[in-house]
Antibody
Framework: QIQLVQSGPELKKPGESVKISCKAS????????MYWVKQAPGQGLQYMGW????????TYADDFKGRFVFFLETSASTAYLQINNLKNEDMATYFC????????WGQGVMVTVSS | DIVLTQAPLSVSVTPGESASISCRSS???????????LYWYLQRPGKSPQLLIY???NLASGVPDRFSSSGSETDFTLKISKVETEDVGVYYC?????????FGSGTKLEIK
């Protein structure tokens, strides 16, 4: 069955970096784009962007240009989100989702930013 | 960006009754290919969202037919017939018409 399994919760200090993984299984990884969605505590869903799993080309929503990086390890069917220079407002749960329908979602990774 | 406005903010339903959730778009979601790019998702408490409906009226795989969706180019309704306790959570509409995709702010469904 199709699964997206994300890495575990993270506790970081402001200014640090965090790398979140999203491992896909049950389908051909390069056939579907991988999308990233942010959910701040108690808030709704915010689209961050996506990465073309065939070419590796990332596309970022305006609010996520600069400190956010999407990349792949195609041989491991894994997509990554790295957030550099963490800020308090980055504290959220981050989801990966398959395809532009968001038809399958990872379980989410909670990132806590605290000094 | 396209703004999606959901109503109500929350709804409380007796099991077995029906519930309706509205989603209004700031722009027509009808694409040049004749597809209405409106999606519905359910996020159960403590879980990740799941796709319920795609392209306005198509049930996603494994979703019970108690869920249905209809609408025009800008106004949409998700209907849940015979509500069950497992339907509790926050319902989001979303679009994929153009970049960037956006979501509504969510409607919380509770059981009376």
């Amino acid at each position: 069955q199709i699964q997206l399994v994300q890495s575990g919760p993270e506790l970081k200090k402001p200014g640090e970096s965090v790398k979140i993984s999203c491992k896909a299984s049950g389908y051909t990884f390069t056939n579907y784009g991988m999308y990233w969605v942010k959910q701040a505590p108690g808030q709704g869903l915010q689209y961050m962007g996506w990465i073309n799993t065939e070419t590796g080309k990332p596309t970022y929503a305006d609010d996520f240009k600069g400190r956010f990086v999407f990349f792949l390890e195609t041989s491991a069917s894994t997509a990554y989100l790295q957030i550099n220079n963490l800020k308090n407002e980055d504290m959220a749960t981050y989801f990966c989702a398959r395809n532009n329908n968001f038809d399958y979602w990872g379980q989410g990774v909670m990132v806590t930013v605290s000094s | 960006d396209i703004v999606l406005t959901q109503a109500p903010l929350s709804v409380s339903v007796t099991p077995g009754e029906s519930a309706s959730i509205s989603c209004r778009s700031s722009k027509s979601l009808l694409s040049s290919k004749g597809i209405t790019s409106l999606y519905w998702y359910l996020q159960r408490p403590g879980k990740s969202p799941q796709l319920l409906i795609y392209q306005m009226s198509n049930l996603a795989s494994g979703v019970p037919d108690r869920f249905s969706s209809s609408g025009s180019e800008t106004d949409f309704t998700l209907k849940i017939s015979k509500v069950e306790t497992e339907d509790v959570g926050v319902y989001y509409c979303g679009h994929r018409l153009e970049y960037p995709p956006t979501f509504g702010s969510g409607t919380k469904l509770e059981i009376k």
